[in-house]
């Protein structure tokens, strides 16, 4: 049994946490829309205009805030037009990223759009600067935005959308430092400056283009691409970045279900290095905006573990455990406690890869560990986060703990582990407080109290299990999933027993 004491501090807020913390990720990839989401509307799997029913239900619940596509590497291969118009017209292409895997573009822009709608998300499209033009990303956006009158507009209008979806989030590109063209920071930026000159808001939306950022701890990048930026021949143009965005996957410790004790620890270890990515990049953007206007994104994150035995490789298909549920638990939390510094956060990826939500075959959808701490952290969107300080030992510590560690971070961090930690925020004079007993073995009794407050009817939630390696499959569905709501009693200071290797949310009045 590990004792903790912890406090929550109402008088240091630390910001708005930004529903966006909360965003998904989905790309055309191994088995994530085809048949994740789509299956056609001549399908016998119940459906929506071709959208799987079963998962448009199951994701309704999560509240999701913004909802990223078409990728990913997937989206600097992609070409819209391709995507719209009689299905039965569409092309059939090769999606060379992942598995040469012949893409029959039946799931396009109106489709995308229909799903996100259905599940209550914002948009997010990531545009083709690797292998497209300025033109093909301009048209992209009149064709979406504009509300008629051109040729563009009217085509949508005639492809069954008379108003104009008004779409708010655009990315200019994907990886360009990889698999979205092989860029340095520099000719990054200046392709990224000229594209964003012609990322109108068509029809008077609000735009909000968002630049292509490093990956995990690469600030070289950061650095010369605001340099870059910088460095216009008619003054700076830093006006022209409104988003920047970083992407940081946490690679397996064992597999995805097989893991020692160690592993577990040294996976969770790895997914707090998510921390030094979020301050270290805004440090460097700072030096460029220190007002801070330039958002700064999450545009991918979360584990990725060898893809499942029996799928394809490239398919990014994975498990999900309790382990996950840990990691997930950890990220948002530091999200949350970075509230001032990050306005938007995208886990990869929705349905069927990487950490997903929901694991789903041709008729059966499951939801994953992961997917129920993010229902149960909902609950912080819109709050105003807490300060959360707390005593808990340490019980891991690492650097940056990437296998990419051999590009050219310079400059690496220690990461500590401590055995509970968590976010807290208000909202109406409600608390929501979220912590993870991130210790594989010892369950953790935690002595709550709220600096000059206190906390009544309180309730909490836990996600635990018997076992580390506990997931949920088609057979057994609810081995991981949260207890019921119990009610904590306490007089001043609270008193929660964490079971060892769980999730826990505790909400009540202030
Ligand atoms: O999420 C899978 C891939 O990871 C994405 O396509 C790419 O952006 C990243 O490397």
Known sequence: MTAVRLSVLPEEPIGRIAPELHGQFAEHLGELIYPGIWVGPDSSVPNVDGLRTDVIEALKGLRIPVLRWPGGCFADDYHWRDGIGPREDRPTRLNIHWGMAEEPNAFGTHEFLAFAKAIGAEPYLATNLGSGTPQ????????????????????????????????????????????????????????????????????????????????????????????????????????????????????????????????????????????????????????????????LILDEWGTWHPPQEGKPPRGLYQQNTIRDACVAALSLDIFHNHADKLVMANIAQLINVLQAMLLVDETRVVATPTYHVFALYAEHQGGTALRVVSDAPVISNG?????????????????????????????????????????????ADVELTVRGGAVSDATMITLATDDIHDHNTFEDPDRVAPGAAKSVAGNGSLRLTLPAASVSRITGRL
């Not at 009149?142 to 990315?171: K, V």
């Not at 996976?267 to 460029?288: Q, S």
């Not at 582990?417 to 007993?437: E, F, H, K, W, Y």
């Open 136 to 295: 093909e990303m301009r048209d992209w956006i009149e064709y979406c935005n504009h509300p008629s009158g051109t040729t563009l507009s009217d085509e949508r209008r005639a492809n069954g959308a008379e108003d104009p979806f008004d779409i708010r989030w655009w990315g200019i590109g994907n990886e360009n430092w990889g698999c979205g063209g092989n860029l340095t920071p520099e000719f990054y930026a200046e392709e990224y400056a000229r594209y964003r000159t012609f990322a109108f808001p068509f029809g008077g939306t609000v735009n909000a283009p968002v630049a292509c950022g490093p990956n995990g701890w690469d600030w070289p990048w950061t650095r010369r691409f605001f340099d870059q930026i910088a460095r216009g021949t008619r003054g700076n143009r830093l006006d022209k970045v409104e988003y920047f965005a970083a992407h940081y996957y946490c690679r397996t410790a064992g597999t995805a279900t097989e893991y020692t004790d160690a592993q577990w620890l040294e996976l969770l270890t790895k997914a707090i290095g998510i921390e030094g990515v979020i301050t270290g990049h805004r440090a460097i953007m700072d030096g460029y905006d220190p007002d801070r206007r330039i958002g």
């Open 399 to 443: 650097e940056d703990g990437q296998a990419q560690a051999s590009l050219c971070y310079e400059d690496k961090r220690t990461v500590e582990l401590r055995a509970v930690s968590g976010s807290a925020s208000v909202r109406d004079g409600r608390l929501c407080l979220t912590l993870v007993n991130a210790d594989p073995n010892a369950e």
